[in-house]
């Protein structure tokens, strides 16, 4: 196995123990959300979207090993950029959020409507970046076959998500007041 595939094999091992810390952080502040007040909400797809991830980290590992991917310095540069640029919005997210910040849909905004940071900008900052990041990650080497249906599964359980976490949302007099008319994802587009 040569340098590049040990190297993005523990990058992607790197991920999935930082997924694994964020689900830690999550489950911490659910139950203090719920102790203040807020009500988890119920999400039948939730469980996709975990085995989503969970996939796209195992195919681009074995579709690197087993279909010997090459290493491309020209499509691997801008998207580790991509991917380093995607977490960091992934962690202004969870910063700026604070304890509002969970892994699943939460009923919170009787605690408070978060319009600071990306926010200020746009309803749906994190899943911007994490889509991103999930077709991204695998490209650094090659994996296109995980990229394209990890993307294309992607967009399938993010639009049911998505309808389920609004409807909440928009239930709420302060978060309409202060998110219509903020695009979803991206500053100025959608």
Do not use: C
């Amino acid at each position: 196995m040569d340098l590049s595939t040990i190297a993005f094999l523990v990058l992607l091992l790197l991920v999935a123990l930082l997924r694994l810390a964020e689900l830690r952080i999550s489950k911490q502040h659910q139950q203090e959300m719920i102790a203040r007040g807020a009500a988890k909400v119920a999400e039948p797809l939730y469980r996709w979207m975990v085995l989503l991830h969970t996939a796209v980290l195992t195919g681009a590992a074995v579709e690197v090993v087993v279909l010997k991917r090459p290493f491309l310095p020209w499509l691997a540069a801008p998207m580790f950029l991509i991917f380093l640029a995607a977490n960091a919005v992934r962690w202004w997210v969870i910063r700026t959020l604070g304890e509002h910040w969970n892994v699943q849909v939460m009923d919170s905004t009787r605690l408070g409507v978060v319009t600071s940071g990306p926010f200020h900008y746009v309803r749906h900052p994190n899943y911007a970046a994490v889509f991103a990041e999930m077709l991204a990650l695998p490209l650094i080497h090659t994996a296109w076959i995980t990229a394209a249906a990890g993307t294309l599964a992607h967009m399938g359980v993010l639009a049911q998500r998505l309808s389920t976490e609004e409807r909440v949302l928009f239930a709420n007099p302060d978060y309409r007041a202060a998110m219509t008319g903020k695009p979803r994802f991206l500053p100025g587009l959608f």
